[in-house]
């Protein structure tokens, strides 16, 4: 995962599959084997790491996809309050 990490903060938004897919709306996933770390991308060029966990089946967890999303607005309301 830790190369994955690189890869991303090498080539941004530009990572391509295998290594990154979105999953639903600003949410997007990092992939090395079974590992997933979700990720948004803020103001175009910051990654901010939201969600990590080992995937066992084939659809991505609804409740993973949930946990994400919440941390994600958790963090906004931070950045923008600040």
């Known amino acids: 995962m830790l190369r994955t990490i690189q890869l991303l903060r090498s080539y941004g ?6 290594y990154a897919r979105q999953v639903v709306g600003p ?3 990092l992939r090395a ?3 997933r770390v979700f ?3 803020f ?3 910051r990654c901010i790491l939201l969600h990590a966990y080992r995937k066992k ?3 991505t967890p609804t409740q993973e ?3 994400a999303r919440r941390r994600r607005e958790t ?3 931070r950045e923008y309050d600040a």
């Open 39 to 41: 990720y948004f991308v």
């Open 57 to 59: 089946t084939q659809q």
């Open 13 to 18: 938004v530009q990572l391509p599959m295998p």
């Open 43 to 45: 103001h175009g060029q």
């Open 65 to 67: 996809i949930d946990t």
């Open 33 to 35: 084997g079974a590992g």
């Open 27 to 29: 949410i997007w996933e």
């Open 75 to 77: 963090w906004l309301r």
